[in-house]
């Protein structure tokens, strides 16, 4: 684009579904202060691409191929491709399984122009496809933390995220691609400790899409496990030493023993506090995993 502009980057892989339908939410946006383009970069294997030649959108739309595995090779083609153009001004991120509402970009940028912030994350809603089991309302298990409205904040996701582009090139930032899972966190955070803004716009909403094979337990205790260990590794990462470790430590046993003691009770509240029990439970198993440092290949 020969004009100062968002990319609006979306890695995909295997979801043609939920790409098309964020594609079109994009459409619906209102006008917002830049004009955007939107960079899909699929990261499926030859053969199995997105397929979206036949496809026409009323905002200038690139499709870039990257087959090698790993969602930070994604992300990071999809900001080598942004930053090639000089008048790129912003870069957002979005996911593949998830709608914009219509001011979402305008409220992403009102945010970043009210505060000075180089970076504006905010909240990610479960939409569940299908009929959802009873448990997951009771439960609250999908339930998604919002914040105080232009809060400052220490980490970000790539599910709803603006970052200035002067940011990403000066000194050149990017994705670890080393990393199987949790790479976002990692680069926000290392963002953070750079002493860069994060700001929370709580009106910039976007709504994730839950597919029936994500509606049940199992999937979820992989979840929690998996979040639990990933944040803790993050934690000593970031501050190693021995009090890190034992705060880290600390954490675990209490997500352990108040989970252990909620679901003794849970059988008294209902399905949904012991599915509530047995996450607090199991992200302390993630936890302590991860303090202990014992190997575990991460997975959402």
């Not at 209102?30 to 499926?44: A, G, H, K």
């Not at 914040?147 to 990017?174: D, Q």
């Not at 929370?200 to 094979?213: F, G, I, L, R, S």
């Amino acid at each position: 684009m020969r004009e100062p502009h968002v990319a609006i980057i979306v890695c995909t892989f295997q979801r043609r579904h939920g790409l098309l339908r964020l594609l079109s939410s994009l459409e619906r946006q209102r006008e917002t202060t830049y004009p955007f383009r939107c960079i899909v970069v699929d990261n499926n294997p030859p053969g199995r691409d997105t397929s979206l030649e036949q496809e026409t959108f009323p905002y200038p739309l690139t499709v870039i191929r990257a087959p090698e595995p790993g969602v930070g090779r994604a992300r990071n083609a999809g900001l080598e491709c942004a930053l090639g153009d000089s008048n790129c001004r912003f870069v957002a991120f979005i996911d593949d399984d998830e709608v914009a509402a219509e001011d979402w970009l305008q409220k992403l940028l009102a945010a970043q122009q009210q505060t000075g912030a180089p970076v504006v994350t905010g909240p990610v809603l479960p939409v569940f496809e299908g009929c959802a089991p009873d448990w997951i309302e009771s439960s609250g298990a999908f339930d998604r933390t919002r914040h105080p409205h232009l809060s400052r904040r220490e980490v970000a996701y790539t599910g709803n995220v603006l970052l200035c582009a002067s940011l990403l090139r000066e000194p050149p930032r990017r994705f670890d691609e080393t990393l199987a899972r949790g790479e976002d966190s990692y680069f926000f955070r290392q963002v953070s400790r750079d002493r860069q803004a994060i700001v929370w716009a709580d009106d910039a909403v976007v709504h994730e899409y839950y597919e029936p094979e994500r509606l049940t337990v199992r999937w979820l205790l992989r979840r929690e496990f998996s979040q639990g260990y990933g944040r803790t590794r993050q934690d000593l990462y970031f501050s190693p030493g021995l009090v890190t470790w034992v705060k880290s430590l600390v954490r675990a046993l209490r997500r352990l023993v108040e989970g252990f003691i909620r679901l003794i009770v849970s059988p008294l509240s209902g399905s949904g506090r012991a599915i509530d029990a047995l996450c607090l439970f199991t992200a302390g198993l993630g936890r302590m995993w991860g303090t202990l440092g014992l190997p575990y290949e991460i997975e959402y």
